[in-house]
């Protein structure tokens, strides 16, 4: 895997939309970066092989890898076998100061690529928005951040829900904004000149429906998830289907 591509992102060597999942990540401090790639292949093995490549480290610069048994890697090839998968990141830093984590190439063939803040208790879906920037303390840290790739496996290739065609959203304002009150619910509200009629549906990341309800009024509710993670609210109204993510954090 050290360089079985010719094309791809400077840096590592290879072609996303070769994989399931993939993502090319870099720690970024200013003009120094490090750059670390992880993809799942469901012909790699789960142990260190030839489709890894162990880190060689450089001195007073940012650095980001995973280990696996003992080893230092920056290519990490994770086998695909299971829907969920979590890596856990390694990251150095020469000093105390604001760093930023950018997903500079990536691709999932279905399913969803997220970054977890640990520390601060964040989900950020990395196909939304790839740079996240936060404060970091000089020195290891390698219990903060977490890599999820989530690729349900009865359905690999295609899409979990209907494509939603961007022509579709024009004129419709849906606001989502999370209540944690009494109710402890989704409150979901509409755009005035759009007439309050069809039907309300939330999934998890694996596309199974979680909750759902009819649409009769410009303001909504639905009863928000126990379980933190990634969700896909869609409203389907007068023929056409609009959808919203949302990432719950409990």
Do not use: W
Request: aromatic residues 10%.
């Amino acid at each position: 895997m050290r360089s079985h591509f010719t094309s791809g992102f400077e840096g590592l060597k290879s072609n996303a939309i070769d994989f399931t999942a993939f993502v090319r990540l870099n720690l970024e401090d200013g003009l120094r970066k490090d750059q670390l790639l992880i993809y799942l292949d469901p012909q790699v093995s789960s142990q260190v092989d030839g489709f890894d490549a162990e880190k060689m480290l450089v001195v007073n610069y940012p650095q980001c890898y995973t280990i696996v048994n003992g080893k230092k890697l920056v290519i990490n090839a994770l086998k695909l076998s299971k829907a969920q998968n979590q890596t856990p990141l390694i990251l150095e830093f020469p000093q105390a100061k604001a760093y930023t984590l950018n997903a500079v190439e990536l691709n999932i063939a279905n399913g969803l690529i997220l970054l977890e803040d640990k520390q601060l208790g964040v989900f950020q879906d990395l196909t939304l928005e790839p740079n996240y920037t936060f404060f970091a303390s000089s020195g290891v840290n390698s219990t903060r951040f977490v890599l999820h790739l989530n690729v349900p496996l009865s359905n690999p290739n295609n899409p979990l829900l209907e494509p939603v065609i961007a022509a579709q959203e024009v004129g419709v304002n849906i606001v989502v904004s999370l209540t944690y009150d009494t109710q402890n619910d989704i409150a979901i509200e509409f755009d005035q000149a759009f007439m309050p009629q069809g039907l309300l549906e939330l999934f998890d990341q694996s596309g199974r429906l979680v909750s759902q309800k009819q649409i009769e009024q410009h303001y909504e509710h639905l009863p928000a998830p126990m379980v933190s993670g990634y969700y896909l609210l869609r409203a389907t109204m007068q023929g056409q289907v609009y959808t919203q993510s949302i990432i719950i954090n409990r």
